[in-house]
């Protein structure tokens, strides 16, 4: 530090430009941060009797387009690993359609649940305006363990 006119000087300013040398560090270790805090959700399956059938189509949609509907033989209904009334299938379905026309819906049901809780889910269904619903099979099943 020199002395002029009485008063002290600095010799070094400030810079006036953000260093950008570590930056390419900073955004690798952010990335690596989200990667390894990222938890992606998937449903659990449940232990139900799956319905047989002859013959079977592949859903040809990506997993993000495809909404499980499960059912048990008790009625119970579960969307999402969660339970919810029948009455409300509608209400959940009917945001998640509009937002997305490609939805699919699969209903997973067991093979010995009655008839009138998976009739009760497809009127829901209806009324929610949802255009393409497939019931989930055992061959169906198979196919889908033999692509992975």
């Known amino acids: 530090m020199g002395l002029r006119g009485g008063k002290l000087e600095r ?11 570590s930056m390419a ?3 690798f270790l952010l990335l690596i941060f989200f990667m390894v805090s990222t938890v992606f959700q998937k449903d659990r399956d ?3 009797e799956w319905a047989q059938a002859e013959a079977t189509e592949k859903i040809d949609q990506k997993q993000k387009n495809i909404q499980n509907i499960w059912i ?4 119970d ?17 009917r945001p998640m359609y509009a937002s997305n026309r490609e939805l699919v819906v699969s209903i997973r049901s067991d093979r010995d649940a009655p ?11 209806v009324s ?4 393409r619903v497939v019931f989930a099979t055992e061959l169906e ?7 992975r």
């Open 115 to 125: 008839y009138r809780y998976i009739d009760a889910v497809q009127q829901e269904l």
């Open 72 to 75: 048990e033989t008790n009625g």
């Open 11 to 21: 010799k070094s300013k400030a810079s006036q430009e953000i260093p950008s040398s």
């Open 77 to 93: 209904v579960f969307i999402n690993d969660q339970p919810l009334p029948m009455e409300e299938v509608s209400d959940l379905i």
């Open 25 to 27: 560090d900073i955004a």
């Open 141 to 147: 099943q198979d196919m889908t363990r033999e692509r």
């Open 128 to 131: 929610a305006g949802l255009l």
């Open 46 to 48: 449940r232990e139900i």
